[in-house]
């Protein structure tokens, strides 16, 4: 381990099974790499991939999961959620504007059915009303 780094190894609890530990390790790499994708794209998002790649990790690797925890763009993400189970106010209204503007494209310019516009509208505000009630300890 690095210096500055913490040790989460105290977090991970191995599967008995050698095959479930590669397939969690698969995984989680399979969830990292859409996560990294949903930094990048503003149609994915970052935060839910990174917390399942965790939990992948966890299961099967000390070395992937401290790596993930230690990430300086990824870790404290998932550390705040694991911890206190909130998300910091930035990443909430991120998130809550871009999935507005996405559903909103979809519902304007690609989706012709109303009944369809409306149930994506709908889903867009119940998961809006979602994501801002989880707590933000910055706000």
């Given at each position: 381990?690095?210096?500055g ?6 977090h ?8 479930v530990r ?15 994708a ?5 149609v994915?998002p ?12 966890a ?7 401290n790596a ?19 998300i910091?106010y ?9 999935m ?6 979809s ?6 059915d109303?009944?369809l516009?409306i149930l994506?509208?709908a ?5 809006a009303?979602y ?7 910055d706000?």
């Open positions: 381990m690095k210096s780094q913490r040790d989460f190894t105290h991970v609890r191995k599967h008995p099974s050698t095959s590669i397939a969690l390790v698969l995984a989680g790499t399979v969830f990292v790499t859409l996560g990294v949903g930094a990048l794209l503003p994915l970052t935060t839910p991939f990174l917390l399942l790649a965790a939990a992948c990790y299961r099967a690797s000390r070395r992937f999961y993930l925890l230690n990430n300086r763009l990824f870790g404290p993400a998932i550390q705040e959620w694991q911890e206190y189970r909130s910091r930035r990443t909430k209204i991120t998130a809550i504007v871009l507005a503007v996405t559903l909103t494209s519902i304007v310019f690609f989706v012709e109303n009944r516009r994506l509208a889903f867009g505000m119940v998961l009303v994501l801002y009630r989880i707590p933000s300890r706000r």
